[in-house]
């Protein structure tokens, strides 16, 4: 069993500033990226932020220099979120592309998802 467990959301106004984090744990036998996405209603999933296990990153256009994402360890991946907006509203996703122990290949793996709430 794998699992991505999220905290950090909740309310604030424009401006502010919250930090998301999310950890992995299981049967992992390696993990080669980890990131957020986020769908606020009405809306597809997009991508936020990712980072790769060699410290690679990649910000959706409309976070960078807002945004930053960043790795404690292999199995902890935070998103620091500075100047917030309105329309950064949305429920947000860690996701991990990982190995299990049982398997050759990788796969997707997904968080059951935090709130983020920005008012005007």
């Known amino acids: 069993q794998v699992q991505l467990v999220e905290s950090g959301g909740g309310a604030v106004q424009a401006g502010g500033s919250l930090r998301l984090s999310c950890a992995a744990s299981g049967s992992i036998f390696s993990i080669s990226s980890m990131g957020w996405y986020r769908q606020a209603p009405g809306k597809q999933r997009e991508l936020v932020a990712i980072?790769?296990?060699?410290?690679?990153t990649n910000y959706a256009d409309s976070v960078k220099g807002r945004f930053t994402i960043s790795r404690d360890s292999v199995k902890k991946v935070y998103l620091q979120m500075d100047s917030l907006k309105p329309e950064d509203t949305a429920n947000y996703y860690c996701y991990a592309n990982l190995r299990r122990l049982w398997q050759t290949l990788f796969d997707d793996v997904w968080g059951q998802g935090t709130q983020v709430t920005v008012s005007s």
């Open positions: 980072i790769t296990s060699d410290g690679s």
